[in-house]
Antibody, heavy 122, light 106 residues
């Protein structure tokens, strides 16, 4: 059974760096075709894709947030970490991680975590 | 495609057909995907690669694409289908979500 769980601070001050961890089970990021993405969703709005890391260490980022984002993985811990620098109140959202397994459903997000709500405020 | 436009809301009676459109300006060779998100829950994938259903998704969910428009169809809508639906252009290196459609089953 595939599961993903996001963790991190619920409250971050403006201009700080947000660090979120996705801990997953039921699959391995060593498997060819396996990827993990981060997506965020402000309250009442559509989701916004942020970043993706692949089994072969390739990384991809939203063009609008590229300069502020970093993504990394620790395959021994089954974790993917996202950092977002210089946060602003507009970065307040529920942050999700999701799995992609290209051999099953192509580039689609086939499993999602339950999300973690992050508020940026002083 | 930088923006995907969906109607804000669609209302349907139980047993009737709901259709949700998703329009963009540059699909290229990208796939359309669709997600269902019920209130307070995470999204779930209901359509991938334009018109394929993942395991466990009911047959009443179908989809098609024509030009720069993708359409999700829910045939014989059930009350449990009431949710927000988001289209997405799936590409190997970038993703764009639609604006979202709230489906209300009256």
């Amino acid at each position: 059974q595939v599961t993903l769980r996001e963790s991190g601070p619920a409250l971050v001050k403006p201009r700080q760096t947000l660090t979120l961890t996705c801990t997953f089970s039921g699959f391995s990021l060593k498997t060819t075709g396996m990827c993990v993405s981060w997506i965020r969703q402000p309250p009442g709005k559509a989701p916004e894709w942020l970043a993706r890391i692949d089994w072969d260490d390739d990384t991809y980022f939203s063009s609008s947030l590229r300069t502020r984002l970093a993504i990394s993985k620790d395959t021994s811990k089954n974790e993917v970490v996202l950092t977002l620098t210089d946060v602003d109140p507009v970065d307040s959202a529920t942050y999700y991680c999701a799995r992609i397994f290209t051999y099953d459903y192509g580039p689609a997000f086939d499993s999602w975590g339950q999300g973690t709500l992050v508020t940026v405020a002083s | 495609s930088s923006e995907l436009t969906q109607p804000p809301s669609v209302s349907v009676s139980p047993g009737q057909t709901a259709r949700i459109t998703c329009s963009g300006d540059d699909w290229g060779n990208k796939y359309a995907c669709w997600y269902q998100q019920k209130s307070g829950q995470s999204p779930i994938l209901v359509i991938y690669q334009d018109n394929q259903r993942p395991t466990g998704i009911p047959e009443r969910f179908s989809a098609s694409t024509s030009g720069n428009t993708a359409t999700l169809t829910i045939s014989g809508t059930h009350a449990v289908d009431e949710a927000d639906y988001y289209c997405q252009v799936c590409d190997s290196s970038s993703y764009v979500f639609g604006t979202g459609t709230k489906v209300t089953v009256l």
